[in-house]
């Protein structure tokens, strides 16, 4: 069992930057697969950002690729999202979420955060 907990969410003008951070309340290294999803009203859940906890390759969705990076904290069991560029089509509410094993894919991740909102402004 694992719970998370997001921050960092805020409002920002098109082309600036937030950094989301995702607090684990257990050890994650080697365990857990960690990611960040984001649902807009009216549109399904997407995969954003993915990793490993013990490290390795980073995966993201192409919306992101190039202005978001994923990365963590293990002495923190913190997850991060640092968000540059943004445009207004990011405005979501931004989800943590944590599954064991595999990391390879978005589906069935079954621990989450409450979520922290996003908003960019044009």
């Known amino acids: 069992q694992v719970q998370l907990v997001e921050s960092g969410g805020g409002s920002v003008q098109a082309g600036g930057s937030l950094r989301l951070s995702c607090a684990a309340s257990?050890?994650?290294?080697?365990?857990?697969?960690m990611g960040w999803f984001r649902q807009a009203p009216g549109t399904e859940r997407e995969g954003v950002a993915r990793?490993?906890?013990?490290?390795?390759?980073?995966y993201y969705a192409d919306s992101v690729k190039g202005r978001f990076t994923i990365s963590q904290d293990v002495a923190k069991n913190t997850l991060y999202l640092q968000m540059n560029s943004l445009k207004p089509e990011d405005t979501a509410m931004y989800y943590c979420?944590?599954?064991?094993?595999?990391?390879?894919?978005?589906?069935?991740?079954?621990?989450w955060g409450q979520g922290t909102q996003v908003t960019v402004s044009s």
């Open positions: 257990t050890y994650t290294y080697g365990v857990f697969c």
């Open positions: 979420a944590a599954k064991r094993g595999w990391c390879d894919n978005f589906e069935d991740y079954n621990y």
């Open positions: 990793i490993y906890s013990s490290g390795g390759s980073a």
